[in-house]
């Protein structure tokens, strides 16, 4: 039910981090569990169906499917698992409404600004159903007033929904503001963990 930041500089392992969890890359050694049981090996469909979901710093949406279709996609597919296109259209339309693309509903994919296809990443990831969101980036390229407003999407949704959130941001606002723990890798080790406040007090982060 937390929101947790994942920090670090280009090449510290945040992305790597997701994949692996996402069943996306396999690690050479250790174990990932998600709700007591371990997910090690499992292809990226089967983890996603277990609750798990994430977006890609690089948007991937179906660009020639409306945004509505690529909403009913994630919720089929994923772990609400709903047998029908309109059963998977009823459940998706509060999610299309909560991230601001009721309006686009019937566009295609393609027609949407950055902002726009960063929203639909996002609602994509809820619409599967996964419990853990893994947000990497959404507000990478996005004017100020952009982050503003994806940080108050980001915030309802997870209050409405009680979703935990794990968010890769470089935007330092938007980690500092949004969420309650961060965690700092460097190489691929993590040499941090606290508050936003402890975070930016820790001489090893910023040394």
Do not use: W
């Not at 929203?119 to 619409?127: G, K, N, P, S």
């Not at 460097?186 to 941090?192: D, L, N, P, V």
């Amino acid at each position: 039910g937390a929101i947790v930041g994942v920090m670090g500089a280009n090449g510290a392992g945040k992305t790597t981090l997701f994949s692996l969890v996402a069943g996306n890359a396999r690690p050479s050694s250790g174990d990932i569990r998600f709700r007591g049981r371990s997910i090690v090996g499992l292809t990226p469909d089967r983890i996603c169906r277990l609750g798990v979901a994430r977006t890609f710093q690089i948007v991937k949406p179906f660009p020639a499917l409306t945004v509505r279709e690529n909403l009913r996609t994630a919720a089929m597919f994923g772990h609400a698992a709903l047998r029908s296109a309109a059963a998977a259209d009823q459940a998706t339309q509060p999610v299309l409404e909560e991230v601001g693309l009721a309006a686009v509903a019937d566009q295609p994919a393609s027609t949407l600004t950055l902002s726009g296809q960063k929203r639909l990443e996002i609602a994509r990831a809820v619409a599967t159903g996964g419990r853990l969101v893994m947000l990497d980036e959404v507000m990478a390229g996005l004017t100020p007033t952009e982050v503003g407003q994806m940080l108050q999407t980001v915030r309802g949704l997870h209050e409405r929904r009680g979703l935990t959130l794990l968010v890769i941001e470089h935007v330092m606002r938007a980690l500092m503001e949004l969420c309650e723990r961060i965690v700092v890798l460097h190489y691929g080790k993590q040499i941090a963990e606290g508050t936003p406040t402890q975070i930016g007090r820790d001489a090893q982060v910023h040394g």
